[in-house]
């Protein structure tokens, strides 16, 4: 039976109008001029509306070549709703405006045959925005690609289960058939989002922020899971998808196959100057395969 997950966030945080979609996203592509890589096997994108982050999106997905892959697993935190491990979706299909994304229930099935996942209702999956602002980008650049998504909503993970959903996904990302999708926005700074870290050494605000972001993204870069867990004790960022992002490097820690994380664009939805300012940042990274090093993990 299908269960189509709607486009719930179509019409506010982004226009539900195809033709106009398709224009935007074009639009940022191509500002983008990115070479697409079968070598790129994941990225870390932003997940605000596309007015504040659709640009700096594009500086991910555009580095994706669809010609090999066949599915895409969709890792997203989870904003509304609370769960220590990660959930399925119990959806068939993801509906965009410009063309839907089947799920890949043959993935869906080994995972919920280790018995680490729960599977989240419908209204959860609905409610939930950082794997649907994805899912136009993915729809996009995989057109006239057979294609289907293995959506997991990330939950309140501890290191412990991090570093368990890192290995039992290692195989995945080792699979050049298989492609990851990391939802993540950085830095949320001012005090509607109780959080006003400045270090006046930087000059203005949002140089803080931006330093402060981008060493965390420097940490990324390393692949470290422990040294991005110590970062974010210390600092307390809110970075959203910390815990995708987490699981990611700890993927790639346990795969066979020696990737590396780069980031290739950094914005802020505006720039902090007082106290009583807020601001969103964004960053798109691609995580690629570094071919100097062989496929050895020891090389």
């Known amino acids: 039976m299908e269960r189509a997950r709607r486009a719930s966030h179509a ?9 106009k979609l398709e224009e935007e996203l074009d639009g940022w592509l191509t500002a983008a001029d990115l070479t ?28 994706i ?20 491990n990660c959930a399925l979706t119990r959806a068939t299909i993801y509906c965009t405006p410009i ?4 799920v890949d229930h043959e993935v869906i099935k080994e995972l919920n045959a280790t018995g680490k996942f729960e599977f989240m209702d419908l209204s959860v999956d609905e ?38 959903y890192g ?5 995945y990302v080792d699979d050049p058939k298989n492609f990851f999708s990391i939802s993540s926005d950085f830095c949320h700074w001012g005090t509607r989002f109780s959080y006003t870290y400045y270090d006046k050494s930087h000059g203005a605000i949002h140089k803080s922020i931006e330093a402060l972001d981008r060493m965390g993204m420097e940490i990324i870069e390393t692949g470290n899971p422990g040294a991005f867990k ?26 066979s196959t020696k990737i590396k994380i780069g980031f290739v664009r950094y914005e802020q939805s505006s720039q ?6 807020s601001s969103v940042s964004y960053a798109s990274a691609a995580a690629t395969v570094d071919t100097s090093a062989g496929e050895d993990k020891q090389g």
Not at 41 to 62: D, L
Not at 99 to 102: H, K, S, V, Y
Not at 135 to 156: E, M, R
Request: proline fraction near 7%; hydrophobic fraction near 35%.
């Open 272 to 277: 902090c100057k007082s106290m009583r300012d």
């Open 99 to 102: 063309g839907d994304l089947p």
């Open 11 to 19: 019409g506010s945080w982004y226009t539900n109008n195809a033709r």
């Open 167 to 171: 290995q039992l996904l290692a195989k």
């Open 65 to 84: 070549d669809p010609t090999n892959i066949s599915t895409v697993f969709l890792l997203g935190p989870s904003h509304h709703y609370y769960t220590p």
């Open 230 to 255: 110590q970062y974010l004790q210390e600092y307390e960022n809110t970075i959203c998808g910390r815990h995708p992002i987490s699981v990611l490097l700890h993927m790639l820690k346990n795969g």
């Open 127 to 164: 409610a939930e925005h950082s794997m649907e602002m994805h899912l136009p980008y993915l729809s996009k650049v995989f057109q006239g690609h057979n294609v289907k998504v293995v959506p997991i909503l990330v939950g309140a993970l501890n290191s412990q289960n991090e570093a368990m």
């Open 36 to 63: 697409k890589s079968p070598d790129v096997r994941a990225v870390i994108a932003p997940h605000a509306g596309y007015s504040y982050s659709g640009r700096c999106a594009a500086y991910a997905f555009g580095n």
